[in-house]
């Protein structure tokens, strides 16, 4: 066992100790797990949709308590909290009542008396989840997921134990029977090794490219599927006909909610001549007034980022990338507090910066200046990343062709990219591959079976 230090990105104080598990703590939780599978996976969706409908209810009735626990885990803004854990909860109630039209059986006509597809839990589904949507991120598969019949185990991000742990109590209150849903508080060596056990199945991760390599590496060496949302650099398309103050509204909430560590956060913002001058002023000065401040409270406009290790890094990204040629506009000074870094916004980003070849995970926004449309569009695909984009135009057929020529797992035309679970969620290139949400990412983790019957 090892002991983690938790600090409160606010005071900078330490705010909680823990100790990793050792082999017969993880032994536990796995043996519940794969002696409940079967269990779980026995229930009908009817009795299924019955327990997500309580986790919903007890979410809502929790929710200031988790608020807080996930303000002081990471940093997120008290009201940012307070939506995710709403979102969270209606994503549950979604695939309560769609369940049975998602993974219901499918009558196919062939030659044979009756012949379907069947969608079958395939067990325990082992989830690596990140800091920065601490309860949403996994919700997001832990739904759908308990819905299809499956089973799941989670190691969280080291710096959200207690948000693993109360999302472990929230499914108790709901009545969850036992072990459908285990936590697990290890390092990442100790994670490969629950990867190779033969009661996992599969692998859900959402993180960095680097640990998205390493997971697929010892997925892929035992055969296991995984699913992978990584980064994400996503382009936000300005064109000449916008409207510059719905662009500027919502380009403030894309980049600088939650700190700006979202993946699918907009971070490069490239503009076509016609309106780069007056959008960048009023981009500008939007971020002007953004107050950095205690994330409990409602007054403060840009929370901590959750370490001071992801400042340092991010503002050496920036320094590396003024020191290249790009021209900083505001902010990019850090602040007195070890996490707190003001909203910063670079100009004249080229090939060659960091700020135009790497995600910057924080309150820093970059301008690209396109020659023209079609640049802008080369602009946006100029990137080993691709999750998600946006596009801002008047013209909707306008947006859509464009929409279309962007290599991203999700394009937006005219708003703020986000995950629904109605759609499909996921990324190409670097960001990833596989889904979740929606019917594509439910059966992501079932045997589709086929039955022919003569």
């Given at each position: 066992m090892?002991?983690?230090?938790?600090?409160?990105?606010?005071?900078?104080?330490?705010?909680?100790?823990?100790?990793?598990?050792?082999?017969?703590?993880?032994?536990r939780?796995?043996?519940?797990?794969?002696?409940?599978?079967?269990?779980?996976?026995?229930?009908?969706?009817?009795?299924?949709?019955?327990?997500?409908?309580?986790?919903?209810?007890?979410?809502?009735?929790?929710k200031?308590?988790?608020?807080?626990?996930?303000?002081?885990?990471?940093?997120?803004?008290?009201?940012?909290?307070?939506g995710?854990?709403?979102?969270?909860?209606s994503?549950?109630?979604?695939?309560?009542?769609?369940?049975?039209?998602?993974?219901?059986?499918?009558?196919?006509?062939?030659?044979?008396?009756?012949?379907l597809?069947?969608?079958?839990?395939?067990g325990?589904?082992?989830?690596?989840?990140?800091?920065?949507?601490?309860?949403w991120?996994?919700?997001?598969f832990?739904a759908p997921?308990?819905?299809?019949?499956?089973?799941?185990?989670?190691?969280h991000?080291?710096?959200?134990?207690?948000?693993?742990d109360?999302l472990?109590?929230?499914?108790?209150?709901?009545?969850?029977?036992?072990?459908?849903?285990?936590?697990?508080?290890?390092?990442?060596?100790?994670?490969a090794?629950?990867?190779?056990?033969?009661?996992?199945?599969?692998v859900?991760?959402?993180?960095?490219?680097?640990?998205?390599?390493s997971?697929?590496?010892?997925?892929?060496?035992?055969?296991?599927?995984?699913?992978?949302?990584?980064?994400?650099?996503?382009?936000?398309?300005?064109?000449?006909d916008?409207?510059?103050?719905?662009?500027?509204?919502?380009?403030?909430?894309s980049?600088?909610?939650?700190?700006g560590?979202?993946?699918?956060a907009a971070k490069?913002?490239?503009?076509?001549?016609?309106i780069?001058?007056?959008?960048?002023?009023?981009?500008?000065?939007?971020a002007?007034?953004?107050?950095?401040?205690?994330?409990?409270?409602?007054?403060?406009?840009?929370?901590?980022?959750?370490?001071?290790?992801?400042?340092?890094?991010?503002?050496?990204?920036?320094?590396?990338?003024?020191?290249?040629?790009?021209?900083?506009?505001?902010?990019?000074?850090?602040?007195?507090k070890?996490?707190?870094?003001?909203?910063?916004?670079?100009?004249?980003?080229?090939?060659?910066?960091?700020?135009?070849?790497?995600?910057?995970?924080?309150?820093?926004?970059?301008?690209?200046?396109?020659?023209?449309?079609?640049?802008?569009?080369?602009?946006?695909?100029d990137?080993?990343?691709g999750?998600?984009?946006?596009v801002?135009?008047?013209?909707?057929a306008?947006g859509?062709?464009?929409?279309?020529r962007i290599?991203?797992?999700?394009?937006?035309?005219?708003?703020?990219?986000r995950?629904?679970?109605r759609?499909?969620?996921?990324?190409?290139?670097?960001?990833?591959?596989?889904?979740?949400?929606?019917?594509?990412?439910?059966?992501?983790?079932?045997?589709?079976?086929?039955?022919?019957?003569?």
């Amino acid at each position: 066992m090892t002991e983690v230090v938790c600090i409160h990105p606010w005071t900078g104080l330490v705010d909680y100790r823990y100790d990793t598990l050792d082999d017969r703590g993880i032994e536990r939780v796995l043996q519940a797990s794969a002696d409940a599978a079967p269990l779980w996976a026995g229930l009908t969706l009817d009795a299924r949709a019955v327990h997500l409908r309580a986790i919903a209810a007890v979410l809502r009735r929790r929710k200031d308590e988790i608020a807080s626990l996930m303000t002081r885990d990471m940093g997120k803004l008290k009201r940012e909290c307070l939506g995710e854990i709403e979102k969270s909860a209606s994503t549950c109630e979604y695939y309560a009542e769609h369940a049975i039209r998602y993974i219901g059986d499918q009558v196919i006509h062939t030659e044979a008396k009756r012949s379907l597809v069947c969608y079958q839990p395939i067990g325990t589904v082992f989830a690596i989840m990140p800091w920065n949507f601490p309860i949403w991120q996994v919700m997001r598969f832990l739904a759908p997921g308990l819905m299809s019949g499956n089973v799941a185990v989670l190691k969280h991000a080291t710096n959200v134990p207690r948000c693993a742990d109360v999302l472990k109590s929230v499914l108790d209150d709901a009545g969850v029977p036992a072990g459908v849903f285990g936590v697990l508080h290890i390092d990442n060596q100790q994670a490969a090794r629950v990867i190779a056990d033969p009661r996992v199945k599969a692998v859900s991760l959402t993180g960095s490219e680097r640990a998205g390599r390493s997971v697929a590496a010892v997925a892929g060496q035992h055969l296991k599927k995984c699913v992978l949302e990584l980064g994400g650099s996503d382009p936000f398309v300005v064109l000449a006909d916008a409207d510059l103050d719905l662009a500027v509204r919502i380009a403030i909430s894309s980049r600088f909610g939650n700190a700006g560590q979202t993946c699918i956060a907009a971070k490069r913002f490239i503009v076509v001549p016609e309106i780069a001058d007056a959008f960048t002023e009023r981009f500008v000065a939007a971020a002007s007034s953004l107050p950095i401040g205690d994330p409990e409270l409602d007054a403060t406009g840009l929370a901590p980022m959750a370490r001071a290790n992801l400042r340092q890094e991010l503002h050496q990204q920036v320094q590396d990338s003024v020191a290249a040629g790009a021209r900083v506009l505001i902010g990019g000074v850090p602040e007195t507090k070890p996490t707190c870094y003001p909203a910063t916004i670079l100009d004249q980003v080229h090939p060659g910066t960091r700020a135009y070849q790497e995600e910057l995970f924080g309150p820093v926004a970059s301008i690209l200046r396109a020659h023209d449309e079609d640049d802008a569009i080369r602009i946006a695909n100029d990137t080993p990343f691709g999750l998600g984009a946006s596009v801002w135009t008047n013209d909707r057929a306008r947006g859509e062709a464009v929409a279309r020529r962007i290599d991203a797992g999700a394009v937006f035309v005219n708003a703020l990219v986000r995950s629904d679970a109605r759609l499909p969620f996921g990324g190409s290139k670097t960001s990833g591959y596989g889904r979740e949400l929606a019917e594509h990412g439910m059966r992501e983790f079932t045997n589709i079976k086929t039955l022919y019957i003569d």
